[in-house]
């Protein structure tokens, strides 16, 4: 028969060792910031949905899934896509979506990793009152390595709005 002292020691150590779960469970490792280079920015595509998109190219048979993008004066955007090793780098295309009026703008801000989620945090500006003419689809094209992320597989990449918060599109994608 056990003591009363014995079974108090063992529901503590029971407790202890609950407690301690739960404080490690909670801690988690920072999200990874994930480089990137930016390969275009363009004022118009003709991605023509009116919410944000977010587009994963991970190989050049998938460059087709990219709507047409307008490019800044002086850039041709096809010599630079056809130049991207893919086995090297993928392409991550954030759209703001068909816009009534001129003077949007979509920018990647940062890439950030957690576990298979990648974090895709914009800013997406809206014009004051007096915008130019134009139904604009701002795009922002960006080049990132894949070694740069930890691990290969399924990844939900998640494309936030800063000013919000908010998730306002989601991709998922498998890198190899």
Same mark, same amino acid.
């Given at each position: 028969?056990?003591?009363?002292?014995?079974?108090?020691?063992?529901?503590?150590?029971?407790?202890?060792?609950?407690?301690?779960?739960?404080?490690?469970?909670?801690?988690?490792?920072?999200?990874?910031?994930?480089?990137?280079?930016?390969?275009?920015?363009?004022?118009?595509? @003709?991605?023509? #949905?009116?919410?944000? $998109?977010?587009? &994963?190219?991970?190989?050049? =048979?998938?460059?087709? !899934?990219?709507?047409? *993008?307008?490019?800044?004066?002086?850039?041709?955007?096809?010599?630079?896509?056809?130049?991207?090793?893919?086995?090297?780098?993928?392409?991550?295309?954030?759209?703001?979506?068909?816009?009534?009026?001129?003077?949007?703008?979509?920018?990647?801000? @940062?890439?950030? #990793?957690?576990?298979? $989620?990648?974090? &895709?945090?914009?800013?997406? =500006?809206?014009?004051? !009152?007096?915008?130019? *003419?134009?139904?604009?689809?701002?795009?922002?094209?960006?080049?990132?390595?894949?070694?740069?992320?930890?691990?290969?597989?399924?990844?939900?990449?998640?494309?936030?709005?800063?000013?919000?918060?908010?998730?306002?599109?989601?991709?998922?994608?498998?890198?190899?």
């Amino acid at each position: 028969m056990k003591k009363l002292g014995d079974v108090f020691k063992g529901a503590a150590g029971v407790l202890l060792l609950a407690g301690l779960a739960v404080t490690l469970a909670g801690c988690s490792s920072p999200p990874k910031e994930i480089p990137f280079e930016t390969v275009a920015k363009c004022p118009t595509s @003709d991605y023509e #949905q009116r919410e944000p $998109k977010l587009v &994963v190219v991970s190989e050049e =048979t998938e460059l087709e !899934s990219l709507p047409m *993008l307008s490019p800044p004066y002086g850039l041709d955007l096809d010599e630079i896509l056809s130049r991207i090793d893919f086995s090297v780098y993928f392409l991550l295309g954030a759209f703001q979506g068909h816009q009534a009026s001129g003077g949007h703008e979509i920018e990647i801000l @940062d890439i950030q #990793q957690s576990g298979k $989620k990648i974090k &895709v945090r914009t800013k997406l =500006t809206v014009p004051d !009152s007096g915008a130019t *003419l134009g139904t604009p689809s701002p795009c922002h094209l960006v080049r990132l390595k894949r070694t740069d992320l930890v691990g290969t597989g399924k990844f939900a990449f998640v494309l936030v709005d800063v000013s919000s918060g908010k998730e306002v599109a989601r991709e998922v994608h498998t890198l190899q």
